[in-house]
Nanobody, 121 residues
């Protein structure tokens, strides 16, 4: 499956952004979808994941209560609503697809194009 994230940008502390990830190439609705991010000089890290039905969601502790992951299988798209953004959320955000919930980015076989999120203080 080919994935491309978009919707990033520059926002002030406390602001909001909604990222989207468009999937193509094979069946999307059966995949667990996840968001990861990589800040400058840091390793890529898990942010959130959502089951194929959308009924189960998973979040990193650092974003719980601020970020919401959702999906629209009819549009082959997964979203990440980010509220109350902080400077430490600054990173390139990537989406990923897998059969299971994956929180270790080393287990992801391929990555699509990410989108830059910059939160100014």
């Amino acid at each position: 499956v080919q994935l491309q994230a978009f919707g990033g940008g520059l926002v002030q502390t406390g602001g909001s952004l909604r990222l989207s990830c468009a999937a193509s190439g094979r069946t999307f609705s059966s995949d667990v979808m996840g968001w990861f991010r990589q800040a400058p000089e840091k390793e890529r890290a898990f942010v959130a994941a959502i089951s194929w039905s959308g009924g189960n969601t998973y979040y990193a502790d650092s974003v719980k209560g601020r970020f919401t992951i959702s999906r629209d299988n009819a549009k082959n798209t997964v979203y990440l609503q980010m509220n109350s953004l902080k400077p430490e959320d600054t990173a390139v955000y990537y989406c990923a697809a897998d059969d299971l919930v994956v929180t270790d980015p080393k287990e992801i076989d391929s990555w699509g194009r990410g989108t830059q999120v910059t939160v100014s203080s």
